[in-house]
């Protein structure tokens, strides 16, 4: 089975910065995409940031300009530079990654991490 393990998440001052990491246990290049999803208390989940196997990149509007997603194929491992942060992005973060296998699209999530913006 596929994992996805995450980790920096925390707390954080408003306008400051976290990175999010998402260690995979397979190469990166194995999935169609790989991307980052959150829910607030109360509120629905919502996609945050996705990346592509063709490096295609799409931000939620609330995120444009302060978050960017990245991929170290080296390191199997996916990344979320969270800058300016505020405290309306706190929420579980979850990492996930789509695998097609064939005529099979396979979804893998991580475990969520926590971010926190407050002052």
């Known amino acids: 089975q596929v994992q996805l393990v995450e980790s920096g998440g925390g707390w954080m001052q408003p306008g400051g910065s976290l990175r999010l990491s998402c260690a995979a246990s397979?190469?990166?290049?194995?999935?169609?995409?790989m991307g980052w999803y959150r829910q607030a208390l109360g509120k629905q989940r919502e996609s945050v940031a996705t990346?592509?196997?063709?490096?295609?990149?799409n931000y939620a509007d609330s995120v444009k300009g302060r978050f960017t997603i990245s991929r170290d194929n080296a390191k199997d491992t996916v990344y979320l530079q969270m800058n300016n942060l505020k405290p309306e992005d706190t929420a579980v973060y979850y990492c996930?990654?789509?695998?097609?296998?064939?005529?099979?699209?396979?979804?893998?999530w991580g475990q969520g991490t926590q971010v926190t913006v407050s002052s």
């Open positions: 397979k190469s990166t290049f194995s999935f169609n995409a």
């Open positions: 996930y990654a789509d695998e097609v296998r064939g005529s099979i699209k396979l979804n893998y």
């Open positions: 990346l592509t196997s063709s490096n295609n990149r």
